[in-house]
Nanobody, 127 residues
Framework: QVRLAESGGGPVQAGGSLRLSCTSS?????????MAWFRQAPGKGREGVAA???????FYTNSVKGRFTISKDNADHTLYHQMNSLEVEDSDVYYC????????????????????WGTGIQVTVSS
């Protein structure tokens, strides 16, 4: 069973930066899963923010392009999310997600394609 755990969230002022991490366990060392960050505001569905595939190809939702960077460590399947120039609108619960079912991506995969999820971590950006 694959397990994910997010860390690094919290409060930050607008214009500031945060780096989220997502540690995972349960993978075979040979796995190269697709991994992604989603976020969810109260009363809304989850929105895909960024995804990275087995070869390191990364895709972002338009609102975060140029500000957020997704990366991963293939050795231990840790996922990172560097968020710069944060805006109040970025305040959400952020979720790490992964699946072994996708090898390469050409765009942000939808929520339904991801098999495993973290429990989420709050990011609050104040003005």
């Amino acid at each position: 069973q694959v397990r994910l755990a997010e860390s690094g969230g919290g409060p930050v002022q607008a214009g500031g930066s945060l780096r989220l991490s997502c540690t995972s366990s349960g993978w075979s060392p040979l796995n190269r899963p697709c991994m992604a960050w989603f976020r969810q505001a109260p009363g809304k569905g989850r929105e895909g923010v960024a995804a990275i595939d087995r070869d390191g190809n990364a895709f972002y939702t338009n609102s975060v392009k140029g500000r957020f960077t997704i990366s991963k460590d293939n050795a231990d399947h840790t996922l990172y999310h560097q968020m710069n120039s944060l805006e109040v609108e970025d305040s959400d619960v952020y979720y790490c997600a992964t699946t072994p079912d996708i090898a390469n991506i050409a765009s942000l995969p939808a929520e339904r394609y991801f098999r495993y999820w973290g429990t989420g971590i709050q990011v609050t950006v104040s003005s």
